[in-house]
């Protein structure tokens, strides 16, 4: 495959059109009538001549739970956050990435027609970076930002010839670099970077983005591309450099990709144990957070036969797990039933926070520190609710952010309020 070498601070993409991003809800899929012929094209970036060392078995094998009725994390209540800025030009913010100068970059969706844009806030007001379409009449969407600095940013997402042939298995990955005020985007040609969808583009750490089973990260300036092992598909991404942590889903049991020097270590990850509500329970694990080589967080949630209808209205059958690696084992931590864990972050304290959802309620914030877990909502106003779509760290700091929506609904689980104001929260000082 053609090396193509990224050199930082001038990234070295060739100009092409700049894209607006689409809904993400789904479209029907329809015959494809052309293939992805426009825009720069490139291959993906070299692949990293690497090596997948011996795998660490999982120890603990299983993760037992407590009786459904012990809650092993028993929260208190906590007051750690603070509403930073609200954006009425918006209705949600999504895929939020600081820089380390402060700058946060988020994909908003526009109250005014429905439509996105990359907005950034610079510590005062929100400013808008309009993408162009790559290619006439292309649909491109959004799905993961990389924000370098309040001059710079990555967007990387999925672009097709029309808003009907996102389904079809023709749409391509490509990546757009914001710099020197404007965007230059490339479509990559890889067979990889081929017929994904939206959830196969993710973000975790500076300098890495996952497309589909190729996780591209920067070392020393220059992008490589790691390819993922047959039969996984990527959840999450944590981590930098030489110290990059991705959680795969894979038949039959999950497991972490722990980056050692240039190469990577597969550890397992321990299966749930025990029977409850008449059926054994499935882990869906949602998230990696890291710490360093022998102190990492998994978070998820197990749950019994969540996908029988005659459960349907009935409170949810999970309950939030936590794995914790100490370099030589897991230790697991169960929460109480009726709600998951969706996703982690470090707060830069030595501490945790986990974004924790319950059917049909506003989200809830919870951290760990040491042993001791709180919980809270985040604030807002009178009359209104708080919904946060996701986290994320400040890079080499102990600021949190938060971003989502805020809301006159209660039960906004899964959906969209087109009413809904778009908003930015901080950890307190």
Known sequence: MRRWCVALPVLALAAAGCTQTPRSSPIPAAAPSQEVTYGTQVPLPEMARTATLGPVAASPRECVPPSLKVDQMRPVRGSGWTTLSTDPASKRFEHPSVAPDGAVWVQSWRRLDGLSEVRRWDGRAWRGFPRQPIGPGSFDGVYALVADSAGRAWAAGVTAPSAEETGTGIQRAFLGTFEDGRWRDVVFTSPEARGLSWSDVITGGPGTVAIGQVLLLQEGGVWHSHRMPEGTAITAVDGAGENVWVLLRGEGRDAVLRREGRDWRRLDLPKPGGRALGSSPDFVLTDVAVAGRDDAWVVGYA???????????????????????????????????????????????????????????????????????????????????????????????????????????????????????????????
């Not at 001791?372 to 700091?397: C, D, F, M, N």
């Not at 006159?408 to 899964?414: C, I, R, T, W, Y």
Request: hydrophobic share 30%.
């Open 303 to 429: 749950g019994w036969d969540m996908d029988n209808e005659d459960y349907e209205d009935q409170p949810r059958r999970s309950r939030p797990v936590l794995l914790h690696w100490n370099g030589s084992s897991w230790r697991c931590s169960w929460g109480p039933m009726h709600r998951t864990f969706e996703q982690a972050e470090l707060d830069g304290r030595g501490g945790l926070w986990v974004l924790s959802d319950e059917e049909y309620k506003a989200d809830e914030l919870w951290h760990l520190s040491g042993e001791r877990w709180t919980r809270e909502r985040l604030p807002a106003a009178k009359g209104r609710h708080a919904y946060s779509i996701q986290l994320v760290r400040r890079p080499g700091s102990d600021e949190v952010y938060a971003i989502g929506f805020l809301s006159k609904e209660l039960d906004m689980d899964g959906t969209d309020d087109p009413n809904g104001i778009a908003a930015l929260w901080r950890t307190k000082s």
